[in-house]
């Protein structure tokens, strides 16, 4: 900057800095700095000396420091004559040169923010880590592609443009690179000698500055050359952040130490916790120690205290500032790749005796720095080393050098590692040829693992990890040295394409070093079988099975490298198979040899009982092996080079012994033999199943049994089995299938026995039926896949996501499951609720085998049901066959030879003899089904191989012969074939009979196959045949059955209805009564039909329909005591629960301040409906005693729940909240029921007549209230004065009303009148005051103003579409209404009905009257209506109340044309309507009215020339307002509805609210916004909503003849409403007018695509803390603001206590209730009041229509509008308060938490 900028930038600070600084500013010049430096000899000490001197000025100058202030001056004094002297001319025009000779990089390089949106393509990515940003992924190729959405925790960057990152597609269009560029030459060539020199002088001394600052460990000094001219005694007190303490212990202990408020230690805490450390104290060295010994006092106790240090403040000047040069770096290498190149040079160069350089110095303090250093030192190295491909190698080869020390660091610090340097590992590692070459040059893989392997310590005598009793301290260890392993399976993730010799030799250095760690886990934590007592201190188990899974991928990635290069594996498998002969060879407890011989073989072995000597579940090593020996038959490296594998010095037994033992485990835990040894064994059996450990655990157990079998003689493979299920002894006797019987046995072994029997069958059927693994058999990875699929759809249709959980993820986090879902599944898309569903396609069913081995227990059954179910649906056989398998390989070919083994059809002869004895009880069903479906697997074996062979002779397996041969001479049992024959026919074997019939069809169809070609075979099976008769058989039999079925139901048909009949005719008397009573009802409602003179319904006016005495009766059902009672005025009182509440659901204006509740009067509601008070009932009718019982009931509970345990209930008993004692709907007062009122129908005065008679009345009032108020002021002098006005006839002052109601009623219409008025405006309740009427007219008028946008809203008929409780609730409210004056002082009402008619008839004795714009027009129709009664009770002369309801309706009505006109007419159309002349009388006197209202107005209304315009204005702005009147007083006086208003399509040729217009208008002149256009002319025949309201209404359907046919009358009041003062004001400002029809409201539009919210709320920073991001942004989805939710930082006080920001908001929003969209998490969120709230699906789906909250798997979301419907009907209907009810009620977990903070 000139020295002038200087000066003028320097005034601007002035008011800031003391005098004396400011002229040495003034006189600073940045190019002078700048060219001395460049004539000085010694360079760093002239910049140190210029830095001693400004920096100490500039920042640390006192307690509070002022960012914006400091980064302006070191921006003048430091940075800039660094800039000048970079540039050697004005900075701002070098900078810009050096940008534009830059080539720009191809890498994207952004660096992420917390919570930002980043894309990671499923099908081109290389590893999950490669991720884009927005912009990139927009304009790339991939999101055409599957792509995974997640959000950023912070620090990664996006990969654009790195080629290694991506299979195809590696640029988006802003990175794709140009073709003509050499993007190969050297960044410096485009600077001169001269201005690298400069550059590289300036960097080395800066940058070394930096690192010495911030590694800079004494508190006192500095470096030499940066000591300050004069140093004064000023320190600062400095916390720093720890993850051990919480902000509640640190604000606690700040509020001690450095007597701040409660506020000021959050803001400490908050700032420590975001940037490190904080300087809490500020003052000289004493001030600041006492400071730190109480801090350090008050936080040792527990844990190591928090670290403090007392620091000089040139000290943290300095390093404040070494911060500012980092970030200044990474903001200068931004202009060019010069510089960039030229920063890392400096950065990396060592020292002249080869010392650390400086990246080297940073790093290895890395864990001694605070947080906020360590964030900007991390972004620099991304924004420089690793986006210059040269120095990211560089760079990498330094980080693996220092590996060991890094991460030893890392584990003893204890900050997050997303704050370490170890975390920038992931942008190394996964680069695959930066990995392959620090493999090759550093011996990456051995020092990552050995580095593992050193931390874990604690092992036991054999050498193996144990975790038995691990310090807290220790636990915390093993969990941050579990990142290792991150970091080893990064190096991993990309297998090797070619290899080279070096690689191979390091890899298999790699290998032994893993083997070493393998050999530490296998056999840990073994466990004993507990016997006599249960054990006492449940073992540790979760540590190792932590390490398990955390190794899985990456023993299934080194079984991929190895499977990737035949002399790796080979060499692999020779040091696997020495390492697990070195495992065995330390295993020698109860291990005895022993020999075992059954059915004419024998087997020597080892003794060893499972159920007495150790077992582990933990056997990595043999696991490895078997993975490895699988590997090679799939890649045929076994059958290629046999002679380089020892695979003839493999001992079988020795390879499944402890695979053998761990199933056999698992086994016993099923029969319950482990009861005794607790949870940590069960827990242990359950990983070791489940789908997150199986494929290194249970699938590698049952290979290796597989391997060692294809080596073994069958038979001796079999009694080793039934050695190591201990069930030798069972099988082994000769007579065994007699013999084995209960009298020696207990009960408990007995059903032990049966259970390992069955468990046992199935470790068979797995050995020889599991082949869909390729290399096991000849089948390839998809087949696998499928299979997984089938099975999981065989249980029933899934979900997307339940089937991605049950299947196991890839080291990428893929199942693999889109590639072949369609092949077997069909999708079905969701409704509104629910989620989309995959069902399995009909072929596929057929590979269903009821034993597959991922099946648990329950699986199991539910699938059996599930498949037996379908195939009964389609009318075929129930027997669930075993499938047709796979061939195997070659390698494994023997296996199947245990299916005719000797000793196989030993025991399953046993089992089948066993089942022929209905009462032996050691048989179980499942035993027989296991051995049947054996059998069935053997038949498929022989039957395939049949097929597949060309001379039959030659098939070796031959099961049916052996099947069919009896036993030897001396027991001669039956042969295996006869027993299933007898069993066929077994009375107590029904269930199995399909299978057994399919097993003898099988061995006939084979038999005959056999013997046919023996015999010269006949062209086509015989076999066929003979299944068909079988099955036709079949068919004739079923269809014999269901035709008896079918006569059965038929008959007992026959008999209900006689005994019906037969009933009636019994009870003759109490039918006809019914008969009779239904009769009258329907003659009543006949005579009380209106007459001839008009045929149409009326629902106000001396005309209306009057209800008779049947249909004034109403009888109703307690829910409380089941009594019926009859709805009298003098009976008890029946009440309707209820449930009150504010609501701004409808308003126009949500900015009106609140206002104060004591004083405010809300007797006129606005029109814009700011906030009203909404009820709402469910419906359920109650005695008003049992109602008071059962809420005292409540309360008491209430109160002894609190003494025992303080938590929340769903409602709120204080506040007189109840749930109804039927569908527990929260409700919190209850609605009086009363009978319809009887009125008299006599001639009656006219308007005029009627309003002169008010008047006279009123006037009478006003004397006698000011009467009654001097009287009692005792102003007795004043009062001589008064004049008296003449009583109008009948009209009697001191006439008091009788009460007409019983005190029951009286009690129940204060009680809800309190409870409206106490919830309407917050107040604490008061019976007397005058406000309480008020409140409950205007609940009345808002609900069914809400009501009636409700239906419009939903397109519903006005009447007949409302649910009951909605039709009961309003009729109670209307009723309530018109009675609830006689519970209130009569002088009120009586004043309130003054008051509200000075509205329409301007009355000079009534003050601050509101102008006619000021007041919603239903709102004022309902108070009149309901208040009337209260100056009619005191009239006598016959004057019929329908008759004033009438006038004030016509009144109010053209009161509110007159506000149509003034406020909505909207500027008109040019196009002249053509109404085709069936409106001009309405038009014409439209205009006529409008041109009076202008007359009166003058140039504040706007000419309107078109009466078409403006009668279809008035039509559309006074609808809602007669639709509303019309609800009122149909509830009011219970007319019934006209059949045309009911949506009842015969008597109306249209729905009632379709926007209709006929062809000749044009469109253009309506609203759009209005959901009812209704036509100018009406259609003929039907007649239209218009016509039919107003009828009803008695109101003629060209509303101005109201204005015209007494013109006399309303003109004078017209002139009254347009002079009235605030008129033309509200005129004047048309942006305040509320227009007519209101429109209702919406929730706010949502974007399409979920990342457009993610984004939004990720560049979303905290209101409070100025620009920090927020944690939990959070939407408001009424008004769109978004909020900062969940933190300290935007707490408010509300009514005394703190909330959080989205609590305060539904105050100010939604009264009290709040939806919201919290971003983050995908959810919505309700809150109503401070202490509920619930969590909502949210409107977003992904693909498979389902939501994803948590955003944890991450598929595009995009918006479900139904759903988005649905949330907004709930608001609009007011049932968010009652959806959180039931939420909670359903899940108490919902009821703990402190909404509140929220």
Not at 942 to 958: C, K, M, R, Y
Not at 1391 to 1397: K, P
Request: proline content about 5%.
């Amino acid at each position: 900057m000139r020295t002038s900028e200087v000066n003028m930038a320097a005034a601007e600070t002035d008011r800031e800095l003391p005098s004396a600084l400011c002229s040495e500013f003034l006189n600073f010049s940045a190019k002078d700095t700048a060219a001395k430096w460049l004539q000085a000899t010694d360079l760093p000490n002239e910049v140190y000396q210029h830095l001693a001197r400004y920096v100490p000025k500039i920042y640390c100058l006192g307690p509070n420091l002022n960012p914006q202030s400091e980064d302006l001056l070191a921006q003048l004094l430091l940075q800039a004559p660094l800039e000048w002297y970079l540039c050697g001319e004005e900075p701002s025009v070098g900078l810009a040169k050096l940008e534009q000779s830059n080539q720009p990089s191809q890498l994207c390089g952004h660096v992420f923010k917390v919570g930002e949106p980043t894309y990671s393509c499923r099908e081109c990515a290389a590893d999950p880590t490669c991720v884009l940003c927005m912009q990139c992924f927009l304009g790339s190729v991939h999101k055409e592609h599957r792509y995974r959405m997640t959000t950023s925790g912070g620090g990664g960057f996006c990969d654009c443009g790195d080629t290694e990152a991506w299979k195809k597609g590696p640029y988006c269009q802003k990175h794709e690179p140009n073709i003509s560029d050499s993007s190969q030459e050297d960044p410096l060539a485009n600077l001169s000698a001269d201005m690298i020199a400069r550059t590289y002088n300036i960097f080395s001394i800066m940058l070394r500055y930096a690192v010495d600052m911030l590694t800079w460990d004494k508190e006192e000094e500095l470096p030499q050359g940066l000591e300050p001219p004069e140093r004064g005694d000023t320190y600062y007190c400095m916390l720093f952040n720890d993850e051990v303490h919480t902000y509640e212990q640190v604000i606690y202990t700040l509020q001690k130490a450095v007597n701040c408020t409660q506020k000021e230690a959050v803001s400490f805490a908050t700032t420590v916790d975001r940037d490190g450390r904080k300087s809490v104290r500020y003052g000289d060295f004493q001030f600041c120690e006492q400071a730190k010994s109480v801090i350090v006092r008050n936080t040792s106790r527990q844990s190591k205290p928090l670290r403090v240090q007392v620091m000089h403040s040139s000290v943290v000047a300095h390093q404040c500032f070494a911060l500012k040069a980092l970030t200044w770096f990474s903001h200068v290498i931004r202009y060019s790749d010069a510089l960039r190149r030229i920063l890392c040079q400096v950065g990396l160069q060592k020292g002249p005796e080869g010392e650390n350089s400086l990246v080297d110095t940073l790093m290895l303090c890395d864990s001694k720095m605070w947080k906020g250093a360590r964030n900007v030192y991390h972004q620099l190295v991304m924004s420089s080393l690793l986006m210059d491909l040269k120095y990211k190698k560089l760079f990498a080869i330094q980080f693996a050098k220092h590996y060991e020390r890094l991460q030893s660091d890392y584990v003893k610090d204890d900050h997050d590692r997303e704050f370490s340097i170890t975390d920038l590992s992931v942008q190394m590692f996964t680069v695959p040829s930066l990995a392959r070459m620090l493999i090759t040059e550093e011996n990456l893989l051995t020092t990552i693992i050995r580095t593992f392997v050193d931390h874990l310590r604690h092992r036991d005598l054999q050498g193996r990890f144990q975790f038995e009793r691990y310090t807290a301290q220790q636990a915390f260890k093993f969990r941050r040295v579990q990142s290792l392993l991150g970091d080893l399976k990064y190096v991993l993730i990309s297998r090797p394409t070619e290899w080279t010799d070096k690689l191979r030799e390091k890899f298999l250095e790699g290998l032994d070093a893993f083997l070493e760690l393998m050999k530490c886990m296998q056999g840990m934590d073994p466990v004993v079988r507990q016997v006599g007592q249960h054990i006492e201190m449940e073992p540790e188990w979760e540590a190792a099975f932590t390490l398990q899974m955390k190794l899985t991928h990456i023993i299934s990635m080194m079984q991929e490298w190895c499977g990737s290069d035949e002399r790796v594996l080979i060499e692999a498998y020779k040091k696997c198979l020495t390492a697990l002969t070195h495992c065995h060879s330390g295993f020698a407890d109860g291990e005895q040899p022993i020999t075992l011989s059954m059915c004419g073989h024998s087997v020597d072995t080892i003794r060893y009982c499972i159920s007495q000597e150790k077992v582990s579940i933990h056997l990595p090593v043999s696991r490895l092996l078997a993975g490895l020996h699988v590997l090679l038959s799939k890649s045929e490296v076994a059958y290629r080079f046999p002679e380089q594998l020892p695979l003839s010095e493999l001992s079988p037994p020795m390879l499944i012994e402890h695979p053998l033992r761990c199933l056999v485990l698992c086994a016993q835990v099923h029969a319950g033999m482990w009861r005794r040894n607790g949870f940590s064994l069960v827990n242990q059996i359950y990983y070791y199943h489940n789908v997150k450990c199986r494929v290194e655990m249970f699938d590698k157990d049952l290979m290796m049994l597989q391997v060692g079998a294809s080596m073994m003689d069958p038979n001796h493979f079999l009694m080793i089995l039934l050695s190591r299920f201990e069930l030798f002894h069972i099988f082994s006797s000769a007579d065994c299938r007699k013999r084995y019987n209960r009298e020696s046995a207990n009960k408990d072994v007995v059903q032990q026995n049966s259970t390992l029997i069955e468990e046992m069958l199935h470790l068979i059927m797995m050995v020889v039926g599991e082949r869909f693994v390729a290399g096991v058999g000849q089948v390839d990875s998809w087949d696998e896949l499928k299979r997984e699929i089938i099975h999981q759809l065989c249980i029933r249709p899934m979900a997307h996501s339940e089937l991605v959980k049950a299947l196991p993820e890839n080291e990428n986090k893929e199942t693999g499951m889109e590639k072949v879902i369609d092949s077997v599944a069909s999708f079905k898309k969701p409704g509104v609720t629910g989620r989309g569903l995959y069902e399995l396609r009909p072929e596929s069913a057929k590979q269903f085998n009821l034993y597959f081995h991922h099946y648990s227990r329950a699986d199991q059954s539910k699938a059996e049901e599930a498949q037996r179910k379908l195939k009964r649906q389609n009318g075929e056989d129930s027997a669930l066959p075993p499938p047709v398998l796979p061939p195997l390989c070659p390698l494994f070919a023997s296996l199947v030879n245990i299916l005719q083994c000797d000793v196989l059809l030993g025991m399953l002869g046993a089992v089948l003899q066993w089942a022929t004895e209905p009462s032996g009880g050691h048989w179980s069903e499942s035993m027989l089904q296991r051995v049947l479906h054996l059998i069935g697997m053997a038949l498929l074996e022989e039957q395939q191989q049949l097929e597949g062979a060309v001379d039959h002779s030659e098939v070796t397996f031959n099961f049916t012969l052996k099947i069919s041969r009896p036993g030897e001479a001396p027991s001669n049992t039956p042969s295996i074939l006869a027993v299933l024959e007898t069993l066929q026919n077994a009375p107590h074997l029904e269930v199995h009979k399909d299978m057994i019939r399919w097993t003898l069809q099988t061995v006939a169809s084979i038999k005959t196959t056999r013997e046919r070609t023996a015999a010269a075979p006949p062209p086509e099976r015989a076999g066929g045949c003979q299944e068909e008769t079988v099955r036709d058989k079949d068919k004739a039999e079923r269809k014999r059955k269901a035709e008896m079925a079918r006569l059965r139901r038929e008959k007992i048909m026959a008999q209900m209805s006689e005994m019906q009949r037969h009933f009636i005719n019994e009870n003759k008397e109490l039918f006809q009564q019914s008969l009779e009573e239904l009769d009258a009802s329907t003659s009543t409602a006949l005579e009380h039909s209106p007459s001839s003179w008009d045929s149409v319904l009326v629902c106000v006016g001396p005309r209306r329909w009057r209800a008779g005495g049947g249909e004034r009766r109403q009888v109703v059902t307690c829910i409380l005591c089941q009594e019926e009672q009859e709805i009298r005025a003098d009976g008890r009182a029946m009440v309707l629960a209820a449930f009150i509440q504010r609501s701004t659901v409808m308003s126009k204006n949500r900015k009106r301040p609140p206002h104060d509740p004591e004083s405010y009067d809300p007797l006129f509601m606005h029109p814009d409906l700011s906030f009203g008070t909404h009820t709402g009932s469910c419906g359920h009718i109650m005695h008003s005693h049992c109602w008071q019982r059962y809420f005292e009931a409540v309360q008491a509970k209430e109160q002894r729940r609190q003494q025992r345990l303080r938590v929340h209930t769903s409602y709120d008993v204080e506040n007189g909240e109840f749930l109804c004692p039927l569908c527990e709907c929260l409700s919190n007062t209850v609605i009086p029921l009363l009978p319809l009122t009887k009125t008299s129908c006599s001639e009656q005065p006219g308007v005029m007549q009627w309003l002169s008679t008010t008047s006279q009345q009123i006037r009478v009032l006003h004397s006698a209230h000011r009467r009654a108020k001097a009287t009692s002021a005792a102003e007795t002098g004043d009062g001589e004065s008064m004049e008296t006005h003449p009583l109008p006839e009948g009209f009697r002052l001191d006439h008091t009303p009788v009460n007409p109601y019983s005190s029951s009623i009286k009690e129940m219409l204060t009680t809800f009148g309190t409870a409206t008025y106490k919830v309407g405006l917050k107040v604490h309740p008061n019976e007397q005051d005058p406000r309480v009427p008020i409140m409950c007219w205007a609940s009345c008028a808002y609900t069914i103003q809400s009501v009636e946008r409700l239906l419009v809203d939903e397109d519903k008929p006005l009447f007949g579409s409302l649910p009951c409780r909605q039709d009961d609730c309003l009729s109670s409210l209307a009723r309530f209404g018109s009675a609830c004056w006689t519970v209130s002082s009569l002088a009120a009402v009586q004043s309130h009905f003054i008051r509200l008619m000075a509205v329409l008839l301007p009355d000079p004795q009534v003050e601050n009257s509101p102008c006619i714009l000021h007041v919603d027009m239903f709102h004022l129709l309902v108070s009149l209506v309901l208040s009337y009664p209260a100056v009619h009770c005191q009239d006598s002369s016959g004057l019929s109340i329908d008759v004033a309801q009438l006038h004030l309706l016509h009144l109010v009505t053209v009161a509110h044309l007159v506000q149509i006109l003034l406020t909505s007419v909207q500027v008109e159309l040019t196009m002249e309507q053509e109404s085709g002349g069936v409106e001009e009388e309405e038009e014409e006197s439209v205009c006529l009215l409008y041109n009076t209202l202008r007359s009166h107005l003058g140039s504040a209304l706007r000419e309107v020339s078109s009466g078409w315009h403006l009668w279809r204005t008035v039509r559309l702005g006074i609808l809602p307002f007669l639709r509303g009147a019309a609800l009122f007083f149909h509830h009011l006086h219970g007319v019934p509805t006209p059949p045309e208003l009911s949506g009842n399509p015969s008597a109306s040729s249209r729905p009632p609210s379709l926007p209709l217009r006929t062809p000749c208008q044009n469109p253009g002149g309506a609203r759009p916004t209005c959901l009812m256009a209704f036509s100018p002319a009406p259609l003929a025949p039907g007649v239209g909503e218009w016509e039919m309201v107003c009828a009803y209404l008695s109101l003629p359907s060209n509303l101005l003849q109201l204005f015209y046919n007494h013109q006399e009358l309303l003109q004078p009041l017209l002139q009254g409403w347009c002079s009235h003062p605030s008129l033309r004001q509200c005129l004047r400002s048309p942006e305040t007018l509320i227009r007519f029809p209101r429109e209702s409201n919406k929730l706010i539009e949502l974007p399409e695509d979920y990342s457009a919210l993610i984004n939004q709320a990720s560049s979303f920073t905290c209101p409070k803390s100025g620009g920090d991001k927020s944690r939990a942004p959070t939407l408001c989805l009424v008004c769109g603001t978004m909020l900062c939710s969940q933190s300290y930082c935007c707490q408010t006080e509300l009514e005394g206590e703190d909330v959080g920001a989205c609590t305060a908001h539904t105050f100010a929003c939604g009264s009290g209730v709040g939806i919201f969209l919290r971003v983050r998490e995908s959810q919505v969120l309700f809150l109503a009041g401070k202490t509920k709230g619930c969590f909502y699906a949210p409107p977003y789906l992904d693909d498979y229509g389902e939501t994803d909250q948590g955003l944890r798997r991450g598929n595009p979301l995009h918006l479900c509008r139904e759903r988005y419907r649905k949330i907004q009907k709930l608001w609009r209907q007011h049932s968010i308060t009652e959806e959180i009810g039931h939420a909670q009620e359903a899940n108490q977990t919902l009821v703990g938490i402190d909404w509140q903070h929220l």
